[in-house]
């Protein structure tokens, strides 16, 4: 599995989809929160606080990881290098965790340059560190997390198509719906005293709980069961060749 876990890291960094996917990243980023003349730009909002990062980071995550992930088996399906690969001595989860681990990796390595945001905000303050550290730290932790399921989410949905382009559609309609469709169906008060719970079934009403610096053990578990969810749903994916 560490073997695979290398290869896959190995060719992010041969190619430019890696280099690519985190400039985009932070550019995109950088140009709202310090260029653009918005309400997200910290120096026009005169107050050090990097909520506009918090805000921004799960759309732009929404698209750049299903272009990560887009190819994590549908390029092997197209190729016929599944069957190869499923040939190895290695389990079909050991396959899936290996694969997940490895896009894993490039979301947390996209989001540590995002750091400098933080040291500027936090020197641009009056006084120097006048901000909510505890807050960002948090929020750090949220967006990692929902990171975490978007990858997730993607890994599934590669494993459903040898398209590489219908597994990034359909994987940015899955993040967008898990991340704010509930909390849309919610808005409706379609559905009363069931309403609440509706809303807790998204990833918003989590992420943003965890982005005002709360980290409760109960939305890092509704993280990690979302994300096991979409991996076992990828195993059975897999597991269906067999059928």
Known sequence: MVALFLKEIHSF????TGYLVI???????????WVFPTEFN??????????????????VFMFLVPAVTMRSFAEEKKSGTIEWLLTKPLTDIQIIVAKYLANLVLVLVSLLPTLIYYFSVYRLGQPPGNLDS????????????????FVAIGIFSSSLTDNQI????????????????????????W??????????????????????GVVDTRDLLYFLSVIVLFLSSTHLSLASRKW
């Open 134 to 149: 505890g807050g960002i730290w948090g929020a750090y932790i949220g967006l990692f997390f929902l990171g975490a399921v």
């Open 191 to 212: 559905f009363g005293s069931a309403d609440l719970f509706i809303r807790q079934l998204g990833i918003e009403a989590h992420y943003g709980s965890i982005s005002r």
């Open 13 to 16: 960094l041969s190619s430019l």
């Open 23 to 33: 400039a985009v990243f932070l550019l995109i980023n950088g140009l709202f929160l």
């Open 166 to 189: 219908l597994a990034f559609i359909l994987a940015v309609v899955l993040s967008g719906f898990v991340y704010i469709g509930f909390d849309l169906i919610y808005s409706f008060s």
């Open 42 to 59: 910290i120096l026009d909002y005169g107050y050090a606080s990097l909520e506009g990062l918090f805000l921004i980071a799960p759309f």
